[in-house]
């Protein structure tokens, strides 16, 4: 068992890790650690994630008040979300916030991440909605997310980012790490005339994989609500695992001309 401080450079060097892959500029992103049923390490508010030292990291009790903090530290604005993943998913042991400059790029386009267009991808994620926009630091982030937290592992926000969870802090941190691959590498295939997708049948050879794996945490491979409706699973929805329906995937060709056009903008 890791104790307290060991917890704290944890989180120090996942914030190192986030900040120089580019996942956050300035002070964005944030990460929490459950302790305990009531207590919880986070990542203060106003701070680098790349800058961080063991006693920048907060404890706060379940509710999101301060239980310790040095000096002028204060937790995280966004702890409220942090909170209510907790409180839904008592298998979760920690929760990364980020702003990866591709998976960002999605959720500010409104497109889901579905394509089953890598093994990788479709056995770790299964696939990746949006919670509906909320302001920061409010509880309309958390009441968003709380639609999707039961069935999977990692969710882009609208306009925001992307937030993922799991067992321990680098497993949280691989998943924002393979959301962020699997949406570059959906946005680059598409660069290049769209990508070849997965028939259902391989999808669910995918599935059956996982299953056999035993992996942990929640996915559509066994949790889908679309299944679980008796509907195709997320992977063939077409987008409708995003809140509003009235988005779906984008051609190649609507993503290729707003890129020339913002190029041109751009004066490149």
Do not use: W
């Not at 300035?26 to 800058?51: H, M, Q, R, W, Y």
């Amino acid at each position: 068992m890791q104790n307290e401080y060991e917890i704290k450079k944890e989180i120090c060097d996942i914030g190192k890790r986030i900040y120089n892959r580019n996942m956050v500029a300035a002070n964005d992103g944030n990460i929490s650690v459950k302790l305990s049923d009531n207590e919880f390490l986070c990542t203060p508010t106003g701070v680098s994630k790349g800058f961080m030292t063991p006693e920048y990291i907060c404890k706060v009790d379940a509710q999101g008040n301060v239980i310790q903090a040095n000096g002028n530290f204060k937790p995280s604005s966004e702890i409220k979300m942090h909170m209510r993943v907790y409180q839904e998913r008592p298998d979760v042991r920690s929760v990364v916030h980020a702003h990866p400059v591709y998976a960002t790029s999605f959720a500010i386009a409104g497109i889901p991440l579905t394509q089953p267009i890598m093994p990788e991808a479709v056995i770790a994620l299964g696939c990746v909605p949006i919670a509906k926009y909320g302001r920061p630091s409010t509880m309309e982030i958390p009441d968003a997310v709380s639609e999707y937290v039961q069935h999977f592992d990692a969710v882009l926000l609208e306009n925001h980012g992307a937030l993922t969870y799991s067992d321990s802090l680098l497993a949280a941190y691989l998943k924002m790490e393979s959301v962020e691959f699997y949406a570059q590498l959906l946005y680059q295939s598409r660069m290049l005339g769209g990508p070849k997708e997965f028939t259902p049948q391989q999808v669910e050879d995918l599935y059956e994989i996982r299953r056999q794996f035993g992996m942990k945490g929640r996915h559509p491979a066994n949790l889908c609500p679309n299944v679980k409706e008796g509907k195709p699973s997320c992977h063939t929805c077409g987008g409708g695992c995003h809140s509003d329906d009235k988005k779906s995937a984008v051609s190649a060709d609507v993503v290729a001309e707003i890129t020339k056009k913002v190029l041109e903008q751009l004066g490149k």
